[in-house]
């Protein structure tokens, strides 16, 4: 069973799933990004549009998807394409409006590291690399990052950039060339980071009974707290019920 | 004309040593069969080819059959990362040679189409391409801006599973569809391995399902549960404690080992491996029912419309 107070996949979850709007269209994958997509549609953006990278779009699967092409995505969905279609016609074209990126490393202008720890070619670490990552981040209208506050997952600077945020700051993103808005926040245990205007990621809220201090500590650069800095609402019992009971009832993500 | 062999004929036929293979399917139809065909084979200094090299490569690297991986993402899905192929790139002893999905799903697409190289809009992410020279920048001839472009993957042998084909090699499939189509129209040989053999008729009978035509396909194997324990959609559920327990299995290259003899050199075929994974493993996998509607593709034969 799960706890009966929160977690904090729950709170990341919760916290993810207010940033979503009605009728936006959204690359997703699976685990806590999906769960955070199907508890916005069942709260306040019931006209969220799924699109899973597997190729599959609209789906309304029987059961919690255990795998980006879990089966259950597919029976009942209202249409299925090829990867090369997924990324191209829906993607590269222009027509998703919200992507979720993870990884092993993200740094203080938003840019993540899902290839290498160390140098590339005599790797210390060899993590999984971009999958679809790299061209999410650069083609979404805007994208959401939800990770645990650690401070090894929040470097000064990556050592590889799988997915662009806003790589040195500034307009340096803007000058490359590429159609997407980048980073709009990342949601940790802790709290917020958002972007400020030159790109940097700033403490931009705090959930209930966090400190900045705690922020501070766990991030690998001096970060600035946002002079409007908020505090989260805690996850309500409407938000757990649907959690719990109808969206992952074996506790397998929260 | 009949293309119907055994996989274990048609792995000796068509893959050999040192060769380019895509063994395709995305997370949907993986065809392991045909890797533990190779590995009871032998074949040695492959080059593997798939966006998600997923347990199928992780196997085939570990029995010894390959020399170099080209890739997109290399984890084990919604489990974790793939251990060996980890182990062997961290240790030096496999190449690799790495892409995002796009560009290497892009490769594939120039090499079914035939084309130079396939453009991609640019990412930004620098460092991936200053890492693999196969990337190149070339301008926009309209616009004078930069695109991405990679060059055309045109692997020596292909094989891709699919729910059912005639004998000729059309065959049906539905589902996720990954780069199925791609990699087959791609390749230079194509093995297609099948849940069912059917008449052509039942091919004809809906044609837009007809996504490999037996145009581009070299050898037809009947080969029922193929891809476990990924899955056939509307024939067999994808075993995903299969891929929680390889995360153990995978920790060392001995378990690695003792998986293989039990379930790869100690067996003669599919039906054998099926056979083994026993009653309580089939009733667990087992799809359900969820018909589609049927179509009408209409009857033309003898309609006045017609005569002029």
Redesign the interface.
Known sequence: MCENEYNQNELMVVNAARLLRDHDVVFVG??IPNLACNLAMRTHAPNIQLIY????IGSQPSRLP??????S????ASS?????DV??LY??RGNVDVGFLGGAQIDRFGNINA?VIGD???????L????????I???VNRYFVITPHQKRRFPARVD?????GF?TGGDA?QR????GGGPKAVVTNLGLLEPDQDGELVCQALHPGVTFDQVQENTGWPIRQADNCAITLPPNAEELRILREVLDPKCIYI | MTKLMTLSEAIQLHVHDGDLLYASG???LIPFAAAHEIIRQGIKDITLAR??PDLIYDQLVAAGCARKLI?????N??VG??RRL?AA??S?ELEWE??????M??R??AGASGLPFMP?????????EA?NPAFKRVMDPYTG??VVVVPPLKPDVVVVHAQRADSTGNAHI?????????AAFASRRVILTAEEIVDEEVIRSDPNRTLIPGLVVDAVCHVPYCTHPS?T?GYY??D?EL?LAWDQISKTQEGVQSYLEEWVYDLPDRAAYWEKLGPEVHRRLS?GT?LSQPVNYGDYSNQDNHDV
């Open positions: 699976v685990g990278e597997a190729g599959v255990l795998s980006i092409g879990d089966p995505l597919v029976s009942g299925v394409c090829s990867m090369y990324f191209s993607l590269q290839t590339y070619q005599h790797p210390k670490v060899r999984p690399g971009s999958g679809g990552s790299m061209e981040a650069a083609w590889f950039h799988t997915s662009i790589l993103r490359t060339g590429v159609r | 995305f997370t949907h966006a998600t890739f997109s993402y290399m984890g899905p919604g990362s793939l980890r790139i961290e030096g790495e892409y995002s999905h796009f560009s799903i892009s594939l697409k991609m809009k640019q990412t930004g992410a620098v460092d991936l890492q801006e930069e539905w589902g996720i569809l990954g780069e199925q189509r791609l899955y959609q559920d994808r995903n891929y799809a969820f």
